[in-house]
């Protein structure tokens, strides 16, 4: 485990306020003390993402490190989002993790197409998300070498 890393931010982008907290719950019992935001839906993940709307100030919505996506989100949903932020040079370099309920290869193939880094499949059971999380936690923040906060291209 490297701990010379600057914190990381994660931002998890879920329309189910119970999946989030869920998540929060497992995330702390992971032991991960990262800091984690929320996003409801696509539209405000993109807000988060530029500064726009209610996340104009910076400080209160930090660059992540990663993105948890939920594909199936209101106004826009996360497929969109992906293709957005795949889109985008200073955005595409931030490791996308869909972690959705869907099973559907054709979500699967298209969230990789789209350039995804992952694709889980949501646990149904506490446990189940808690390892999940664990793993997540192991993989994304302990081992892979993620870009320096405040990477933007020039």
């Keep these: 485990?490297?701990?010379?890393?600057?914190?990381?931010?994660?931002?998890?982008?879920?329309?189910?306020?119970?999946d989030c907290l869920l998540a929060r719950e497992a995330l702390l019992e992971?032991?991960?003390?990262?800091?984690?935001?929320?996003?409801?839906?696509?539209?405000?993940?993109?807000?988060?993402?530029?500064?726009r709307g209610k996340h104009t100030q910076a400080s209160m919505s930090p660059r992540p490190s990663l993105i948890l996506l939920d594909l199936n989100m209101p106004k826009k949903d996360g497929r969109e989002a992906l293709r957005e932020i795949r889109a985008d040079p200073n955005l595409r370099v931030i490791p996308v993790v869909v972690l959705t309920t869907s099973k559907a290869e054709e979500d699967i193939y298209h969230s990789y197409n789209l350039g995804a880094n992952s694709f889980i499949v949501k646990p149904v059971t506490y446990s189940s998300?808690?390892?999940?999380?664990?793993?997540?936690?192991?993989?994304?923040l302990d081992i892979?070498?993620?870009p320096p906060e405040g990477n933007r291209l020039p």
């Design 1 to 18: 485990m490297n701990e010379s890393r600057n914190p990381v931010v994660i931002l998890m982008a879920d329309d189910d306020p119970d």
């Design 30 to 51: 992971s032991q991960l003390t990262n800091e984690l935001y929320f996003v409801s839906d696509g539209e405000e993940l993109m807000d988060y993402l530029y500064h």
């Design 129 to 140: 998300l808690i390892e999940v999380m664990q793993t997540l936690k192991k993989y994304w």
């Design 144 to 146: 892979a070498e993620l």
